[in-house]
């Protein structure tokens, strides 16, 4: 028996994973920020959220498929943009990537990825997003989005949470630093983890030496693993007029990433943006935050019909997908989960990941009798959540 066919839900799969990866980059994948309160949150609200059944419908013919900027996905899902996915697993963007592509969603690209924007277009298929945050020396990531725009990405999404640096004391326990460096604990944590220092570090050896985030302009280009190989520091001193500018050298869709209040999606709209994703970046920002699922209601009451509202953090079972479908979003994004499967088996492990979620949201759509994306609404809940 393989791994991944060992693996029967995410919680399995959270586990391969674990076993995979040394400990100081599981913990970097998986954990939050300071408490992990709003880690925790964001699972809870979603579980706290019960269902109201609908029983003797015909459900012969159903469609779990949604428009997404004017184009259809597979289910109402995109792969967030994660940072850690090329030390998750070799080259793990065009796996997941690819992983999305055979399951009809899209994939969104960090500027902090391993692999490099252009292997992406030249190589993933399926539908590309592009995520960056602005550099506090600006220029760089103008020249970044006309890289994204030259190369056919589809949508641009900027992350406003990340302006100032996170709380993460498990990283130093763990001896996990930014450059890595060759400590005796993380050096400790790789020799017990073999498999992933052959699958992982040793092939990007072999294929020209330790990785790099490729992205990153010439200047901030070095190894992981090289002292003072800092990336370019995002900046602290943007306002929503930056976003106007963005909006401005970008013809695309835009969307806002990052966005915890009515006022602020009111804001990201009147600068131009086309969607805003209501999201604390998985618990690793703002520890006391409230659940995105939680701020969902008021965020799509402020915005109306004039842009299109994503939702992440916290999505682990196709029910959350669901739920948050309900509440008024046009689809979720999920970041761990599949972060999960590329740890556990590379693309195929992140095609089951999505695989299970689309399974689980066909499954809950049948119990509380919906056919359609379009069906959802407040009626699915046993108690609907209060309107803002
Ligand atoms: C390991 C890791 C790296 C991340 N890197 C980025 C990033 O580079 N840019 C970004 O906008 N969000 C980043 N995020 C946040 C995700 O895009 C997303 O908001 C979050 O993972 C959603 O929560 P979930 O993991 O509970 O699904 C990262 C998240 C994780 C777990």
Redesign the pocket.
């Known amino acids: 028996m393989t791994r991944l066919s060992r693996c029967y839900d995410l919680a399995d799969m959270r586990e391969a994973a674990r076993r995979h990866l040394p400990k100081g980059i599981f913990e970097?994948?998986d954990r939050g920020a300071e408490r992990e309160l709003a880690?925790a949150e964001?699972m809870a609200a979603f579980e706290r959220l019960k269902l109201r059944t609908k029983f003797l419908v015909d459900l012969r013919e159903r469609d779990m498929g949604t428009e997404l900027f004017g184009k259809r996905i597979a289910l109402p899902l995109a792969i967030?943009?994660?940072?850690?996915a090329g030390l998750c697993w070799y080259q793990g963007e065009l796996a997941l990537a690819k992983a999305a592509a055979a399951a009809g969603v899209p994939f969104?690209l960090?500027?902090?990825s391993i692999t490099s924007i252009d292997t992406i277009a030249k190589e993933a298929g399926g539908r590309l997003w592009f995520?960056f945050?602005m550099w506090k020396e600006e220029d760089l990531s103008f020249q970044m989005i006309e890289r994204a725009k030259d190369l056919g990405f589809e949508a641009l999404?900027v992350?406003i949470d990340?302006a100032l640096g996170r709380t993460r004391e498990y990283n130093d326990r763990n001896g996990f630093t930014d450059p890595i460096s060759l400590n005796p604990r993380f050096v400790m944590d790789m020799a017990l983890h073999p498999r992933w220092v052959a699958g992982v570090i040793g092939r990007y050896v072999l294929n020209g030496g330790m990785p790099r985030h490729e992205n990153y302009p010439e200047q901030y280009r070095r190894r992981i693993t090289t002292a003072q190989s800092k990336g370019p520091s995002n900046s602290q001193s943007m306002t929503w007029e930056g976003i106007g500018r963005i909006r401005k050298a970008w013809p695309g869709p835009l969307v806002v990433?990052g966005i915890l209040s009515a006022d602020d999606a009111r804001r990201a709209v009147d600068q131009g943006a086309d969607g805003v994703?209501v999201?604390n970046?998985?618990?690793?920002a703002l520890d006391s935050s409230i659940a995105t699922i939680d701020m969902l209601p008021a965020v799509v009451k402020a915005v109306g019909d004039q842009a299109t509202v994503l939702l992440?953090?916290?999505?682990?079972h196709g029910s959350d997908i669901m739920k948050a479908v309900a509440l008024g979003a046009k689809a979720v994004?999920?970041?761990?989960?599949t972060?999960y499967g590329i740890a556990a088996g590379g693309q195929e492990g992140a095609e089951k990941v999505l695989s299970l979620l689309a399974t689980q949201f066909e499954k809950n759509m049948g119990y509380v009798g919906c056919r359609r994306v379009s069906e959802l609404n407040h009626d699915i809940f046993a108690h609907p959540p209060v309107q803002p």
């Open positions: 970097f994948m880690m964001n967030a943009p994660t940072g850690a969104t960090t500027a902090n995520q945050y999404f992350t990340s990433k994703v999201s970046h998985g618990g690793r992440d953090s916290g999505v682990r994004l999920v970041g761990r989960a972060l």
